[in-house]
């Protein structure tokens, strides 16, 4: 059973318009949590990285969050560009990093 | 440099073609890794060099055998491969092999098998 849950599968938003996605995760001992954009054929590019003492950190235009209790993770995009059009991994690290399937987000003009 | 650089951008090969994949980067990491990424799929660990030593084996079949000349370098050598080894090969590299520290991918090699 995958250890980290991505949700929605796939969204189409408007440029301009903000979005949030889910990350659900059941790593244990919980080290960090990441986010990564990756265009189509091409490689993960880091977002943010995050330890368990960190409530949010932002980069740009992304902004995510972490609640550790819960063990879930968002990450928002603000005032969405068409350049944003990409997949979105959510990584959680114990002693190895587990991959989520990703939300593949597509930004029309 | 915060680059991971690997080579070929794409390699097509046959069944019994042997090939090589390439990857350098310069920023003094001790940590190098090979994923696999199938379409729409997250990656995949293979290898894990960690101070120019093989540390972790993900069960990757023979016909991928790495090779870590030096802390700068990390190949992939292809032998006998199958159709559906046909994937993303991505090469990342981190400052120490612990899950701690940022991971830079490289762009990937896209292989297609014959």
């Known amino acids: 059973k995958n250890q980290v849950e991505q949700s929605p599968q796939s969204l189409i938003i408007l440029e301009g318009k903000n979005c949030t996605l889910q990350c659900n995760y059941t790593v244990s001992p919980f080290s960090n949590l990441r986010w990564y954009k990756q265009d189509t054929g091409r490689g993960p590019v880091s977002l943010t990285i995050?330890?368990?003492?960190?409530n949010t950190k932002s980069n740009g235009r992304y902004t995510a969050t972490l609640d550790a209790d819960t063990k879930q993770s968002s990450l928002h995009i603000t005032a969405s560009q068409l350049s944003d059009s990409a997949s979105y991994i959510c990584?959680?690290?114990?002693?190895?990093?587990?991959f989520g399937a990703g939300t593949t987000v597509t930004v029309r003009a | 440099d915060t680059e991971v650089t690997q080579t070929p951008k794409h390699l097509v090969m046959g069944m019994t073609n042997k090939k090589s994949l390439k990857c350098e980067q310069h920023?003094?990491?001790?940590?190098m890794y090979w994923y696999k990424q199938k379409a729409k799929k997250p990656p995949e660990l293979m290898f894990v060099y960690s101070y120019e030593k093989l540390s972790i084996n993900e069960s990757v079949p023979s016909r991928f055998s790495p090779e870590c000349p030096n802390s700068s370098l990390l190949n992939l050598h292809l032998h006998a491969l199958q159709p559906e080894d046909s994937a993303l090969y991505l090469c990342a590299s981190s400052p120490s092999s612990g899950n701690t520290g940022e991971l830079f991918f490289g762009e990937g090699s896209r292989l297609t098998v014959l």
């Open positions: 990584v959680a690290a114990d002693y190895k990093l587990s």
């Open positions: 920023m003094g990491h001790r940590a």
């Open positions: 995050m330890t368990f003492s960190e």
